[in-house]
């Protein structure tokens, strides 16, 4: 098994291991893993990605921060490993992907009736694995602006996005039952989940504003995943690359799986994986994983 596990990571797969692999990855699960990582561009962090997957083998995996145009995203390497993708390239900023094991269906592409250059959301509707019912499950992949700082036009338009978005995702919701929005919602919800609430007080990904703006999704009917068990002190999504920040654990939880109230009690398990934000010239997060 590790000889096969090795050749997929490498995407170098004979038509032997390939069956193998499939008749594997394909056998009956009465469970369904949803990740997501903002990956800081995917050209350079692609081999990781595709170990990841290999090691996690996760249902389904929301992606950020492509950094790459619409017609370079390497959608050829999941294919090999198993993999199809929908995704919303973007050169050099932004860009957002689902890579699922089943095809994606009715897709969308940013927020409908909010004119944006910026390529932040992509949903699209899955099977729900291990349901017995024909069930299906609404997954959007968020890329949630930065804001830069509390008094710069960006952060502004982050306000206006957040709003668009929670009107936007009450439609969703209502032909949706069973949903989960997951991404890099750049907002820390608490201070429980920040390194140093004290440092951050009134700062960008944690002002007042941003908080009310995540909690009015959150009114919506949706659950923060990772809340809904008990979790280790100082767990945080992200570390800044400066001053040693992952080493020192000086980090923010901004990564988040939210789950409509239907998926909620499914719900068995949500971790945030630290071992990928380790590995050599990693991305600043660390891959969110919610078991239903």
């Known amino acids: 098994m590790g000889v096969i596990l090795e050749v997929k990571q490498n995407c170098q797969v004979n038509s032997v291991f390939l069956t193998f692999f499939n008749i594997c990855a394909k056998r009956p699960r009465i469970f369904m893993k949803i990740a997501t990582w ?11 990605v595709l170990d990841w997957l290999m090691q996690s083998q996760v249902d389904a995996l929301c992606l950020q921060e492509l950094k790459v145009d619409q017609d370079k995203f390497p959608v050829e390497a999941f294919n090999e490993c198993g993999y199809q993708a929908v995704w919303a390239g973007q050169k050099t900023y932004n860009g957002v992907a689902i890579i699922s094991r089943h095809p994606g269906k009715d897709v969308v592409r940013n927020i409908p009736g909010f004119e944006d250059p910026q390529q932040r959301i992509i949903a699209a509707t ?3 694995i291990g349901s017995k019912d024909g069930a299906t499950v609404r997954l959007i992949s968020a890329y949630c602006p930065n804001g830069q700082s509390i008094d710069s036009d960006k952060y502004q338009y982050k306000l206006r996005w957040y709003q668009a978005l929670t009107d ?3 439609t969703e919701m209502n032909q949706h039952t069973n949903l989960s929005i997951l991404g890099d919602y750049n907002i820390a919800p608490a201070d429980e989940d920040v390194h140093d609430p004290k440092r951050w007080a009134g700062q960008v990904l944690v002002s007042a504003p941003e908080r009310e703006a995540l909690n009015a999704l959150l009114q919506l009917g949706l659950s923060d ?3 809904l068990f008990e979790q280790a002190p100082k ?3 992200w570390w800044d690359y400066r001053l040693n920040g992952f080493k020192r654990n000086a980090g923010l ?3 988040h799986v939210l789950l409509s109230q239907s ?5 068995t398990a949500c971790v945030i994986d630290v071992n990928p934000r380790g590995n050599e010239q990693p991305s600043d997060h660390a891959p969110v994983i919610a078991t239903i």
């Open 263 to 267: 998926l909620v009690p499914q719900c």
């Open 235 to 237: 767990s945080f999504s």
């Open 38 to 48: 903002n990956v800081n561009s995917i050209k350079v962090r692609l081999p990781q």
């Open 253 to 255: 939880r901004i990564d």
């Open 168 to 170: 936007w995702l009450k």
């Open 225 to 227: 995943a990772f809340r």
């Open 126 to 128: 899955y099977p729900q």
